[in-house]
Structure formats: structure tokens, C-alpha cells
């Protein structure tokens, strides 16, 4: 069933214990072909809204369709076959630290198919080219840098040309070099594969510059949506103080807690 | 580490590991073969062997000269039978004593031989016929409270 | 004060349900880590692997450790059998004390430490930088893929690590009681193969290492993969496998030891 959007969700809720709702009220659609941001502050929800995508928990409520299909109502079976047709880098690569870097960009082809040894080097040698790190194949990851590191977590992660990539936070502590380089991967591997792509990511800069439609989440609801230059012109004060990040506004600088003269014992009558 | 390598390591750990449980199994345990080197089989009936096992040393003077073999039971005569294997190099007459002696007071117990006087040797398979059982406690016990017993009746 | 008690009571409360809980996931984990063991078994380097990492570097500790002990079994049990006149039986000693009991018990203890402790932080620190959650998304099922095979590798190497450290130890009492001392080297082997009896203390020792290397390997890798994300966590999840490997070996230890040697 191919329809416009390739993921849509539904009126989601998900919470570990009933008094706190990690996400409430989730609604969002998400067109193929497109790069889009779900960006928020940390705590409020993006990551386990991404794992939600990716089947790795189900909602409590409401419904998750990737590709047509109801990805909480799959048994183990199902959401596995989902799985090979989506790639997730994860936060810091994830690389498997036993093996070289080879070994962690065939891992998949190993695993799921029967292609002879020839044609998963020919195959790992081309997405390794197309990270550029071809020559690092025989390297192992405790000798990669973070932004090496994730290039090639990327690599593995297109290793079976997934219609869909799930990007947790690929922006974190990287230098601007390599900043550019991931921004630039991510335009060009989605275009490149047809992909959809779904980058979760507290870097305003980058993602604006990146994607074609962003949803903002805070505490677990989805406050605002629209194209980036939409955001960039939002005039909600939640909004605003994300975006252009100013330290005080309706999220506070200060963590709640008692009156400052309290603490300072101002006014109290010495014993 | 290549595989091969990998492969190689393991197959020696666990040929080692099995050669472990082999050496306890035969060499520890009691599922031995016997070696034969150059010996002689002589058998000895008794009335009670005691705490005699098999592999026990047969001693001569304090040396070790053989081992008991196999211990049996002989429901003709009712007595435990006992072979034993000699070296080869020891000799001993026909009127042997074979006893069965502890080593110590808590020890092992063991076959204690005695020459006699006869000219002839023991040969291969031949019975020794005297012999003395083992001690056992039991028996030492009761044949002290009975003389005892009888000692104050004779006094009455 | 009362309400402290009522505090105290409710904390241990919680505790024990959360233990009862936390051995039902335990068993959970087993019996899953069984089920997918196929894996282990169709991709058999897998498991050779683990096998080098578990029992082939843990050779030494094992090795060593026996000798040591069974040269100190050598010394201490010549001093006792010597008041009695009953040297001749140090075989018998050495190697019924290290059949029975101390091989069995002693390589689980190090087994439990080297090998144990290893696959708990190899398994946390796989799960702290999300790599078992990478192999999740990529639809290859960790328990299958990193602990099956681990299991099957210490399950293997346990019996083996406790038969060399038995055969080990019955070396070194040999070295110390014949060599050294001069017991007499007939009697020590003699009385050792009468009185070590295959089914009896053997089967019964292998038997005992096999329980053990069931427990131990379940333990660390059920620690390793429950442990939270963290430094602490990993780290708190090793020292917790030591810990509770050495207590259960020898829990089960008495409890094994009291169904097969109640009539000797």
C-alpha cells in the first residue's frame, strides 16, 4: 500500500508508569522522500519517539504506521522484516568494537543475505566510498575518531539500502568539519537511495540548514510544525527561545526550588 | 586472530581438557589396566581379609615385592580368595605365610609374606597354604571379655 | 522512631520483590538464551571464539591455581596423616579432597572471576554504547548473536577447566607428598586408585562442574545484560557477578555434595 506518507502517527501516547506521559497527543506525517527534524530540548520525547519508529517499543495508545503497516501490532517477526528496510545511526556510532571497520559495514549483508564474500567486499568497499572512509576498512573502531566513527556507523547503517534512516542526534560533539561532512551525507544518501529520513537533534543551525520540514516537541507534545523558515519566523515564546536559543524564557534558568533569600537564611534572627 | 588460529587454540583446550578427565578417570580413579612386567601369579585363601583392597603392596621383609590383583569369594570353601602378582625376581617357597598386615595403626592393609623352609619354589598359579587373616577388632574384643569372663570363673 | 522501622520494613519489602522480579526476568533470560541457541550451533565459529576467550585464557589462572593447591594439600595433609601413621594415604587425601570438592568449587570460584567477571563487562559495555540496541534495528537478535554463544562456551569449558585443575592438583600433591617428602610413591598412587572410586567421586565431580558452569555463565551473562547503561552500572554488574556466582557455587555446592555423598 504506497501511500504519500511514509511513516504516520497517530494520536500517541506512551508512558512508563501512568503518572508521567513521556509523549501525549502525538500526531505527525511524514512525506517520502523528505528530511525531517524532530527537534526539542533534552527529556522532552524525541528519542523515544524514535523508537517507537523503529518498533523498538510500542505505544501505549494510538497507532504507528510505517509503509501502511501498524508497526505496534507486528509480532517479533514482522518488526524484524520492518527493521532491514530501515537504517539507524546511533548517538555515538554504536560500532561493534570487536570487529574492524569491514566487518561492521558487512555485518548486515552477513547477516541477512547469501551474497558470496566477492560481491559483500565489492558492496561494503562502495558504501564505504560513499562515506569516505575506504581507507580506514581495516581499522578497528577503538582507532576511529568520533566523526570517523559515525561516518562509518552511517556506512553500516545503508549497508542494505533502507527506505527509511533514523538519525539519533548525528550532530552531537562533532567538529565543524565533520559537522559539514554529516550534513552533507545525510542530504545526499536520502536523495541518493530515495530514502525518508528522520533526523532527532537539539542543533538548531544544522538542522535548519538541512531539512525540509521540522516538527518541535516539548515535554512530550508536539508545540509546533512547519517548514524551517516557518520556525525560524514562529513567535510562540516556546518556540522562540528554542530557536534562537536564549537562556531564560518559558523553559526557566532556574531549577525550581526554594525562594533564593531563604536558602541565604536572609532575615533570620541570629540564636 | 584469524580463525584457523582461533580453531587451533580451542582444539588443544578441550584435547587437554578431556586428556584432564581421561588421566583422572584411569590414572586416579580406580579403571586401571594392570602393567605387566615380569611376574607371577600366586593365589592364598583366608578367612577374613579385612580392609584389603586390590593394587595393595605384597611385602616381604618390609619391601615391596608385588600387588594384590584381583580379591574373590570362594563359595565352595567360603573364604575369600586373593591373587597376587610377584616379581619375577623374588622367590619364595612353598611354605610361604602369606598374612594380612595394617601399616601402621590406622594404615593401608597389606600382604605380609614369611619364607618358610622348603626347597621348592612357588610357581606360576600355584596356592599358598598358610595363611593368617586379618585382624579384626571385633573379634580381638570379644575373645578379651570371654578369656576375662572365664579367668573369674575359674577363680569362683 | 516508629517511623523509621515502618521505613526500613518497606524498603526490604521492596527489595524482595524486586529480586523475586529480577529472578523471573533472569529466568526469562535463560530460557531464551536456550531457545535461540541454533544460532551458536549453525555459525559454529561463534561459539569457538567465545570458547577461546572463556576457557583458553582462563588456562592458567586454572592451571597454576591447581598446582598451588594441590601442593599445599600435599603439605597440610602429610602433617595430619603423619600423627595417625597414615602417610601412606595422602593420595588418597589429595585427590579425594580435589575430585569431590576442591576442583569442582575452586575452578568455578576462578572461573567465576576471570571468565565471569569478563563477559559481564563485555556484555554491559555493549549494552552502555548501544551497540546491542544497533544490532536490535539491524533485525539480528542479540541474545542469539552475543549470548548464546557465550553461554554454550562457558558451559563447555567449565567441566574441562575443573577436570585440569583436579588433575593439576593431584600433580602437585604428588610433587610435594613423593618428590619432596618421600611418601611412598606405590602406596600414594595405590591407595589413591582404590579409594577414588569413577562413579562414585569422578562422575560425581563432573557432574558438580557442569551444575556450576550452568550457574556461573547464566549469572555473569544475566548481570552483563541487565546492567544499566552506565559506568557505575557496568561496573556494579561485574562486582555483582563475583559476588553471586561465589555464593550460589557454594550453596549449590552443599547442596549437591549432601544428595550425592550421603551414604559415603
Known amino acids: 500500500m504506497a501511500t504519500d506518507n511514509l511513516i504516520e502517527i497517530s494520536n500517541v501516547d506512551y508512558w512508563y508508569d501512568r503518572r508521567r506521559a513521556i509523549l501525549s497527543g502525538i500526531d505527525m506525517a511524514i512525506p517520502r522522500g523528505k528530511v525531517v527534524a524532530i527537534m526539542g530540548i533534552s527529556g522532552s520525547g524525541k528519542t523515544t519517539l524514535l523508537r517507537l519508529i523503529g518498533g523498538v517499543m510500542k505505544a501505549r495508545k494510538g497507532e504507528v504506521k510505517v509503509d501502511g503497516q501498524l508497526v505496534n501490532k507486528l509480532n517479533s517477526d514482522g518488526i524484524y522484516k520492518m527493521r532491514r528496510r530501515m537504517g539507524m545511526l546511533f548517538q555515538f556510532g554504536a560500532l561493534f568494537t570487536d570487529m574492524t571497520v569491514f566487518d561492521n559495514v558487512a555485518f548486515q549483508m552477513r ?10 567486499r565489492d ?57 559539514g561532512v554529516i550534513r552533507n551525507l545525510i542530504r545526499r544518501l536520502n536523495d541518493a537511495l530515495g530514502a525518508t529520513s528522520i533526523v532527532v ?38 518556540v522562540h527561545q528554542f530557536v534562537y536559543g536564549e537562556p531564560d524564557g518559558p523553559v526557566p534558568f532556574q531549577y525550581p526550588g526554594r525562594n533564593y533569600a531563604e536558602d541565604l537564611k536572609l532575615g533570620a534572627r541570629r540564636a | 586472530m584469524e580463525r584457523s588460529t582461533l580453531d587451533l587454540w580451542v582444539g588443544l583446550f578441550v584435547c587437554a581438557g578431556i586428556g584432564a578427565l581421561l588421566i583422572l578417570a584411569l590414572k586416579v580413579g580406580n579403571m586401571s589396566g594392570f602393567n605387566t612386567a615380569d611376574t607371577y601369579q600366586v593365589y592364598a585363601q583366608f578367612d577374613n581379609i579385612g580392609g584389603l583392597k586390590p593394587r595393595a603392596p605384597v611385602k616381604s621383609a618390609g619391601v615391596v615385592v608385588g600387588r594384590v590383583g584381583e580379591i574373590s569369594f570362594d563359595d565352595q570353601k567360603f573364604m ?5 602378582t610377584i616379581d619375577k625376581r623374588y622367590k619364595f617357597p612353598k611354605d610361604t605365610t602369606a598374612s594380612i598386615l595394617t601399616s601402621g595403626l590406622l594404615g593401608e592393609q597389606y600382604v605380609g609374606f614369611v619364607a618358610g623352609g622348603d626347597s621348592a619354589n612357588l610357581a606360576q598359579g600355584e596356592v599358598i597354604k598358610l595363611t593368617q587373616s586379618a585382624v579384626v577388632l571385633e573379634n580381638l574384643i570379644s575373645q578379651f571379655l570371654y578369656s576375662k569372663a572365664a579367668e573369674g570363673d575359674a577363680k569362683k | 522512631m516508629p517511623e523509621r522501622a515502618i521505613y526500613s520494613i518497606r524498603r526490604l519489602g521492596h527489595a524482595t520483590i524486586d529480586s523475586v522480579l529480577r529472578l523471573g526476568y533472569a529466568a526469562r533470560f535463560i530460557m531464551l538464551t536456550l531457545l535461540h541457541s541454533g544460532t551458536g550451533f549453525r555459525r559454529l565459529h561463534l561459539t569457538i571464539r567465545e570458547l577461546y576467550f572463556t576457557g583458553v585464557l582462563s588456562l592458567i589462572i586454572i592451571l597454576v591455581s591447581g598446582l598451588f593447591v594441590g601442593m599445599v594439600l600435599g603439605f597440610q595433609g602429610f602433617q595430619t596423616l603423619q600423627t595417625y601413621g597414615s602417610e601412606s594415604a595422602l593420595g588418597v587425601l589429595v585427590a579425594l579432597s580435589l575430585v569431590r570438592e576442591l576442583g569442582p568449587v575452586v575452578a568455578a570460584l576462578l572461573f567465576a572471576s576471570r571468565a565471569g567477571s569478563a563477559m559481564t563487562a563485555e556484555i554491559g559495555l555493549m549494552k552502555a554504547t548501544e551497540q546491542l540496541s544497533a544490532m536490535e534495528m539491524m533485525a539480528v537478535d542479540p541474545i542469539a548473536r552475543v549470548v548464546a554463544p557465550r553461554f554454550w562456551a562457558g558451559f563447555i569449558s567449565m567441566p574441562l577447566l575443573a577436570a585440569m585443575f583436579s588433575a593439576m592438583g593431584v600433580f602437585g600433591g604428588y610433587l610435594v607428598g613423593v618428590v619432596l617428602i618421600g611418601v611412598d610413591e606405590g602406596s600414594f598412587w595405590s ?30 551473562l544475566f548481570e552483563g ?33 549432601s544428595f550425592m555423598f550421603r551414604g559415603v
Open chain 1, 123 to 179: 558492496l561494503v568497499y562502495m558504501k564505504l566510498h560513499a562515506v569516505g572512509l575506504r581507507g580506514a576498512h581495516r581499522l578497528m573502531p577503538s582507532e576511529l575518531s568520533g566523526g570517523m566513527a559515525r561516518r562509518v556507523a552511517l556506512a553500516r547503517a545503508i549497508a542494505l539500502d533502507p527506505m527509511l534512516m533514523l538519525y539519533d542526534e548525528p550532530f552531537t560533539g562533532l567538529d565543524p568539519i565533520s559537522l
Open chain 3, 191 to 220: 591407595q589413591m586408585q582404590s579409594a577414588v572410586d569413577f562413579r562414585e567421586d569422578i562422575v560425581n565431580g563432573v557432574i558438580k562442574s557442569i551444575v556450576f558452569g550452568f550457574a556461573v555463565t547464566w549469572i555473569a
Open chain 1, 111 to 120: 547477516e541477512h543475505t547469501n551474497l558470496p564474500e566477492r560481491m559483500i
Open chain 1, 201 to 238: 537533534t537539539h542543533d538548531v543551525q544544522e538542522a535548519l540548514e538541512l531539512v525540509d520540514y521540522v516538527y518541535y516537541m516539548s515535554d512530550g507534545k508536539i508545540v509546533a510544525h512547519g517548514t524551517p523558515q516557518e520556525l525560524l519566523a514562529n513567535r510562540e515564546p516556546l
Open chain 2, 80 to 84: 575369600a580368595k586373593v591373587t597376587m
Open chain 3, 225 to 257: 545484560y541487565d546492567a544499566p547503561p552506565t559506568a557505575e552500572g557496568v561496573s556494579g554488574a561485574t562486582t555483582r557477578t563475583v559476588v553471586t556466582s561465589s555464593l550460589v557455587v557454594l550453596g549449590l555446592d552443599f547442596v549437591l555434595t
